[in-house]
């Protein structure tokens, strides 16, 4: 029997690249959990979800008795759980959203499976596995020196990944407690196609293309390790395969980069691929703008763990995972101008003068 597994966040960005690996290489029915939150596209999902084997359950994973009723439905062998609200400059204008989502909802999900996962016969039992997929943020921010590792110091800085520790510790209590076969991702920073455009890299596309001032918070002196997400999606299915129970493992780019760098590279391509002459060089739009309160300083993975062990790393280049990105993004206009005419314009957030409370 062709095996099920629930990809929960799978209209996101790095599950819809998950979602679409999973359609493309595999025989699994995938069914993609989601609330379709604001930063769901539905389009991103194209065309996985042609597929015969794929399933659309909209779905709130805080919603107890819904996620209960997806697991008696589907039987699914093994749970990649991305859902979660993913943006820390959302986190400081309005955090309770994240505590929702990333805490009680992951809360609701090991419940959930863990009631599903004590009814299987021990043959199922054996072959389950809940992936929780979570951030290198909830270590906190380095100095100039060293890396962070699977045994490095939890200390989360913002409420994005104060809420994505907070997830991580009840993944890891679920296992000890309860005996849930359970594995722990802790990932650098994302970029790629189909980015909801307020991350950096697309933000610093999309503002050059509309030539406005493209915001860099603080001197850009920040470091973040860049991970091609088609790099983490194949990390992702060898872990929820390969990956110990009860384990972490760290997955991450090799790519550091100063914010300043990354900005300045777009440019470049964007001078090179959708040069404007009359408007002049992309470049001349950076703006320096008031800092991210509580901006952590530097992030840079230590991936010698799941190299070792599982013999993943990571192909793509910054280089070359940029230049197709940007590429992306010049070929997918009608993707992110829905967004930008519907729900997100490019506006500065987190700046913590709205916060909601
Ligand atoms: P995203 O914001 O693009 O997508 C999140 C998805 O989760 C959306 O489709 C949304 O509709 C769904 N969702 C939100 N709340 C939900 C709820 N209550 N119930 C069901 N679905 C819900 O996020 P992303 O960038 O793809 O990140 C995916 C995961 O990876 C997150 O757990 C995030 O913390 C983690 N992560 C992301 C990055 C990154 O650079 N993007 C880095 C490290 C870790
Ligand atoms: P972001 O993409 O929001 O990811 P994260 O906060 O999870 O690392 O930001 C990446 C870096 O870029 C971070 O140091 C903040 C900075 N940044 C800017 O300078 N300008 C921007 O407009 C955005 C969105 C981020």
């Not at 919603?63 to 943006?87: M, R, T, W």
């Not at 793509?316 to 009608?334: A, C, H, I, K, P």
Request: hydrophobic share 35%; charged share 25%.
């Amino acid at each position: 029997m062709t095996e099920t597994i629930f990809v929960t966040g799978g209209a996101g960005f790095i599950g819809s690249a998950v979602v679409r690996l999973l359609i493309e290489t595999t025989d699994y029915n995938v069914v993609n959990v989601d609330k379709l939150t604001y930063a769901a596209n539905l389009s991103s999902l194209l065309p996985a979800s042609d597929s015969p084997r794929y399933t659309l359950e909209k779905a709130d994973i805080c919603d107890a008795q819904a996620v209960n009723a997806l697991f008696a439905k589907y039987q699914p062998s093994k749970v990649i759980h991305l859902a979660a609200e993913s943006h820390v400059d959302r986190s400081i204008d309005g955090p309770a959203e994240f505590i929702q989502t990333n805490i009680n909802g992951t809360f609701v999900l090991l419940e959930a499976a863990l009631k599903y996962w004590k009814g299987l016969d021990d043959a199922s039992k054996g072959l389950f596995r809940f992936l929780h997929v979570s951030t290198d943020e909830v270590y906190g921010s380095l100095g100039t020196e060293g890396y962070f590792h699977e045994e490095h110091q939890y200390q989360p800085n913002s409420p994005y990944s104060a809420s994505k520790a907070a997830s991580d510790h009840l993944v890891r209590a679920w296992h000890e407690t309860f005996g849930l076969p359970t594995v722990i991702t802790n990932c650098t920073n994302n970029y790629g196609p189909y980015q909801f455009p307020e991350k950096l890299i697309p933000v610093v596309i999309l503002k050059i293309l509309k030539r406005e001032r493209i915001p860099v918070y603080g001197k850009g002196e920040n470091i973040r390790d860049w991970l091609y997400v088609e790099d983490h999606a194949r990390a992702l299915w060898q872990v929820v395969n390969e990956g110990h129970l009860g384990e972490t493992y760290c997955i991450g780019g090799e790519c550091e980069k100063r914010n300043i760098e990354v900005v300045q590279a777009i440019c470049n391509l964007m001078d090179e691929l959708a040069p404007d002459a009359e408007r002049g060089k992309a470049r001349d739009l950076i703006s320096f703008v008031t800092d991210r309160p509580g901006h952590d300083q530097r992030y840079a993975m230590d991936i010698g763990k799941i190299r070792q062990e599982l013999g993943w790393s990571p192909a793509e280049t910054f280089e070359s995972g940029l230049r197709q990105t940007v590429s992306w993004y010049l070929e997918n206009r009608d993707w992110w101008q829905a967004i930008l005419d519907s729900r997100y314009a490019g506006e500065r957030l987190g700046t913590g003068q709205k916060q909601a409370g």
